[in-house]
């Protein structure tokens, strides 16, 4: 099957998949694309039972798509700029400590814990497996995933300010948690000692070069939109700067997440508001959501058809339900520290931990980064990849399916309930919540 085959089928599935879930489920898209998804791949299983030559060849064709690389090097660049272009930077800088901090001492501190933890837990079940990889796997689940949170978060009914909150965190973590899950896979393979000096440096080169290129690759694209008024060039300028950007900042061995968002932050404010026409932003917006939709659609897809490419046991799966908990306590531990620093009167609703641990959900950005731990010969590092990696794979299916499709609901009951005698009641805009802070806020 050749590479248009493959990715034609992979639109019409999602296609297919997208109308039922409209016309029947009326899910969250990200939700319902996954479960159907993930059922069809059950099925496949189940049919392989009775006729094995079905199963064997629905694993074979998905295993021959490279999800680290459909993810990470090609599809994320889009869905990142796609979302920033509509985040506005006042409303990020407002809320500036609250996302920083989350993003970098949360991953960090989300690490180490579930690194601990998943050590722990491995060695009672009787598992042998090192520590630097246990770190590793706390590394890549450890940062919330953008395309799934924005995806779920635009149903949910999430508070406005929360809302930012956690979108502005999932842009900007993937840039952490891609460099202590590098610094730790050279550890991992022998290519390098731990030393945190090499590790900083590598977040240098990394994050802040990403961002650097990000922002002049923006800054010309702008200068350009500036110069011309015509809809067809200025969206394809705006697809050459996220896909070209993307793959140069890849070449370039720097984060291609940090230098999408960056890029997607300044096309979306400075060049809204002094590049383009209203006819031009009319055609950009439902372009960037119309491929948006695409992209999440497939994404989704491809993560419940991963399930018939991976090496699932009795054994791992249990594992996997284990981890569960363990990651769920991890993200209350980088949560609720830095929110009770931060807290002061009006500034976070009550229920602001709680949302935010719940809210966190993990999607491909994790399973990509689990199938980029390599395959050693030693058997030994072969059964902790795999182990892991089903324990990935079992962490994201829960936080998309049941975080995601209950966020809402528990979302709307701890609204319900007697907000904070201190709790602002002044409005950060339309919509938000009367527990939501009000503009005085921006003291953060």
């Known amino acids: 099957m050749t590479v248009f085959e493959m990715a034609a089928g992979l639109v019409v599935l999602a296609a297919l998949f997208s109308y039922f879930n409209c016309a029947v489920l009326k ?24 006729v094995p030559a079905v199963e064997r060849e629905a694993a074979e064709l998905v295993r021959r ?40 001492v949360g991953v960090l501190v989300s690490t180490a814990v579930v690194g601990l933890l998943t050590w722990v837990l491995l060695h009672a079940a009787g598992v042998p497996a090192r520590l630097v990889y246990c770190l590793m796997f706390g590394a890549l689940i450890s940062p919330t995933d953008p395309i799934a949170v924005m995806a779920i978060l635009r149903r949910a009914g999430v508070p406005k300010d929360m809302e930012i909150k956690i979108a502005g ?30 590790l900083a440096g590598l977040f240098l080169w990394e994050a802040v070069g990403g961002a650097a290129v990000g922002l002049g690759l923006a800054w010309v694209t702008y200068r350009m939109l500036r110069s011309v008024d015509h809809y067809q060039v200025e969206v394809m300028l705006s697809l050459a700067l996220a896909a070209g950007g993307y793959a140069l900042v890849n070449r370039l ?30 055609h950009m917006d439902k372009f960037w959501e119309l491929l948006d939709e695409l992209l999440n659609a497939v994404l989704f897809v491809l993560i419940g058809l991963e399930v018939l490419a991976l090496a699932f046991t009795g054994e791992r799966v249990l594992l996997g339900l284990a981890a569960i908990p363990v990651v769920l306590l991890a993200r209350l531990a980088s949560v609720a520290p830095p929110i009770a620093v931060l807290r002061r009167p009006g500034r976070f609703a009550r229920y602001t931990v709680r949302v935010l641990t719940w809210g966190g959900l993990r999607g491909g950005v994790s399973v990509a980064l689990a199938l ?23 962490v994201v299916v829960f936080s998309i399916l049941v975080q ?17 005698p201190g709790a602002a009641t002044a409005h950060h805009g339309e919509g938000r919540h009367p527990e939501v802070i009000s503009h005085r806020g921006a003291g953060e």
């Open 27 to 50: 899910l969250p898209p990200a939700i319902g694309l996954m479960a159907l998804s993930l059922a069809a791949s059950l099925t496949l299983v189940a049919l392989g039972a009775a």
């Open 253 to 282: 061995h720097m984060s291609g997440p940090v230098a999408a968002v960056v890029a997607g932050l300044l096309i979306g404010n400075l060049g809204r508001a002094y590049a383009m026409s209203p006819e031009v932003l009319d």
């Open 65 to 104: 798509i490279d999800l680290n690389q459909a993810i990470l090097h090609s599809m994320l660049g889009l869905l990142l700029f796609a979302g920033a272009l509509h985040v506005r930077v006042d409303e990020l800088a407002t809320r500036r400590w609250t996302i920083l901090t989350l993003a970098t």
């Open 372 to 394: 980029g731990i390599p395959r050693v010969a030693q058997g030994e590092l072969v059964f902790e990849r795999d182990t892991l990696l089903a324990m990935t794979y079992v």
């Open 404 to 420: 995601g499709l209950t966020l809402g609901p528990l979302v709307k009951r701890w609204m319900a309930r007697r907000p904070n």
């Open 169 to 198: 965190e999932s842009l900007f973590n993937d840039g952490v948690a891609v460099v202590a899950y590098l610094g730790l896979l050279e550890v991992a393979t022998g290519k390098a000692e731990f030393d945190l000096l090499h």
